[in-house]
């Protein structure tokens, strides 16, 4: 089976739902490994990514109260925060001071029962006017379609008034997994799957790059897995606007629903499996934050050409038990990539190159 897999692979012939099954089943780590190392040298050569950029995370109360997430918590529980425009500007104002200075913030949180749409708008608006040349990544297709529901917009009025403020592009979180029957175990209150293909689908149209994810290792089978990526690539060959795709490793800690983390084996199998079945996603990103800092390093040898970047600040994960430090300097990126044997790049936010180390 592996052998007719990777015939097709090398000539160039898409993958079907039920090689997709195949290879997740695949005992043969290597074999899948190389060949979607082979697709990822073809794609991005031997460059593999970092940015330098930091993470921002404006409230951690939020009304959906997902069970895998160990960051929310309700309006005066205890552990909940919510920062004000201030104290977003005073961080951004410190990693900007900061040698090197951060290319791109990330500012993703929860949903909060009281702010209107327009304190969104004014946090892009401040962010913007501060940090004029600074790419904004700013809010999942889940904080859309809440921005919709509190100020009764429609998808495309929410992001267009977000572009205008400076918004430039959107991460990938808040996919989860698609299949409806664990998304409604997992996250009842989330926007289901369909939804989020929505959301995704109007920032293509508005002129909005997204990057896309998937949460596993949690509670989901195979199945489910492959369900995902293949409505991924469905919907990237319709409007080419995904530039990364990002498999997010489940954190047990302080969950409602607890389990285990997955294993490096996994980590690594979803890296590769993902750059075999999303042959029109440009990028596939090896997370450090959640994979650690030595699985992301190896999984440049299983088909994926970037690690994200400096962070600085990361709740979301460390709520969750994530072992690795919040932040990576410069210097440690181009050494964990250049000690993969590939050439370190520092991009900025749509995959220019800005630096070309030796290796
Ligand atoms: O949407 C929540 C996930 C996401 C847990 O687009 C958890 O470049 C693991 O989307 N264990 C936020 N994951 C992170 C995210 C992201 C990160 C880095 C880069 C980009 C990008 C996007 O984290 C959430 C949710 O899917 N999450 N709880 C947990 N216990
Ligand atoms: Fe809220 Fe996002 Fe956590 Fe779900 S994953 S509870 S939507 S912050």
Sequence with gaps: MLAAIRHKVLSGTRLTEADALALFRSDDLFAIGRLASHVAEK??????CFIVNRHINPTNICVNRCKFCAFSRSKGEEGAFELTLEEILA?????SKAKPRITEVHIVGGLHPEWPFEHYLDMISAVRKNHPSLAIKA????????????SGLGIEDILRELKKSGLDFMPGGGAEIFAEGIRN?????????????????????????????????????IEDRVEHLLRLRELQDRTGGFQAFIPLAYHPKNTEIGGFYSSGIDDLKTIAVSRLVLDNFPHIKAYWIMLGEKVSQT????GADDVDGTIIEEKITHMAGAMTGEGMTRDDLVHLIRKAGKIPVERDAFYNHLKVYDY
């Design 43 to 48: 794609q991005n050569g031997r460059h593999a």
């Design 299 to 302: 999984a440049l040898l299983f």
């Design 185 to 221: 175990r997992l996250c009842p209150e989330k926007i289901s799957g369909d939804r989020w293909i929505e959301v995704m689908e109007a920032a293509h149209r508005t002129g909005i790059k997204t990057n896309a994810t998937m949460l596993y290792g949690h509670q989901e089978g």
């Design 91 to 95: 961080k951004l104002a410190d990693a």
């Design 139 to 150: 809010f999942t297709a889940v904080e859309i379609d809440y921005m919709a529901k509190i």
